[in-house]
């Protein structure tokens, strides 16, 4: 494994017309490492992510693993480890969980894909299986899509992303339409994926997930970076305590503990 960073964003602007949408941001994901991007609506968060994924054209450098991506499209980045979710859930609702996650994890040679013409294809892999696993998912391998919860959805999701063995996984708003203790869960498993090996850059609204999971902590207003840092000195700084100012400054109080 290469010892350069995961991650390394440097300059990152992004502008629609004479809106600027991400101003000369700086950010890297360390090895072993939750970092968590933060801001108020409109801040830049997603097209921070849309950027580094390959989505939206932007100027500046990304590096992952010391290679640089830029002028790579989508499918070239996510070849070479660099998996997001989105804010919507897409999941093949005609597969089973299992099968979701292996069509994610699943790298036919020529031949193999010769011989699946001809017999039964692979419904599962090694790696869909350790995801599951690593996601609380096993007992529902064989369940379908749509008789899951929205909590459980999440996570397969999630899953489907890891099964790819990424280098870095992106996640968009993974708690959105969640219940406190379904977050607080969520939470839980998010940590355990960093803890077991992969870093991970983490959007979310719910600044007491990502305050109390994230290692490092990225602010965002208005395009620019305000704040970084730990998640204790964050929720410190004025600048951060001004910018979420209303109902959801409350929620930079601790609320999600490690497990």
């Known amino acids: 494994m290469s010892d350069a960073l995961p991650v390394d964003a440097r300059g990152l602007i992004k502008t629609y017309g004479e809106i600027v949408a991400v101003d000369g941001v700086d950010l890297t994901v360390a090895e072993g ?14 097209t921070f992510i849309d950027a580094i994924s390959g989505f939206v054209p ?3 450098e990304v590096d992952l693993d010391g290679r640089g991506l830029d002028g790579q499209g989508a499918h070239a980045r996510a070849r070479h480890g660099l998996a997001r979710t989105w804010q919507s859930i897409e999941l093949f609702d005609d597969l089973t969980v299992r099968e979701n996650l292996a069509v994610a994890s699943y790298r036919p040679s020529a031949w193999a894909t010769v011989k699946e013409s001809l017999s039964r294809p692979v419904t599962s892999t090694e790696r869909a299986d350790a ?3 690593l996601l609380g998912l096993g007992q529902m391998a064989e369940e379908m899509p749509e008789d899951l919860s929205q909590a459980q959805r999440k996570l397969v999701g999630i899953a489907r ?3 790819a063995e990424p280098r870095l996984l992106c996640l968009d708003e993974p708690a959105a339409g969640l219940d406190t203790l379904e977050g607080q869960e969520l939470g839980r498993r998010l940590r ?3 803890d077991a090996g992969t870093p991970m850059l983490l959007v979310d609204h719910d600044m007491g997930l990502v305050l109390g999971i994230s290692d490092y902590v990225v602010v965002l207003e208005f395009g620019q970076v ?9 929720r410190r700084d004025p600048r951060v305590v001004e910018a979420y100012l209303g109902s959801a400054a409350a929620e ?5 503990g490690r497990p």
Do not use: C, D, H, M
């Open 33 to 46: 490492q939750l970092v968590g991007l933060i801001g108020p609506n409109g801040a830049g968060k997603t």
């Open 58 to 60: 932007y100027r500046g």
């Open 131 to 133: 995801a599951l696993e």
């Open 161 to 163: 992303a890891l099964a």
């Open 192 to 194: 355990s994926v960093v």
């Open 226 to 234: 305000i704040a970084q840092g730990t998640p204790e000195v964050v």
């Open 252 to 256: 930079l109080e601790p609320a999600v």
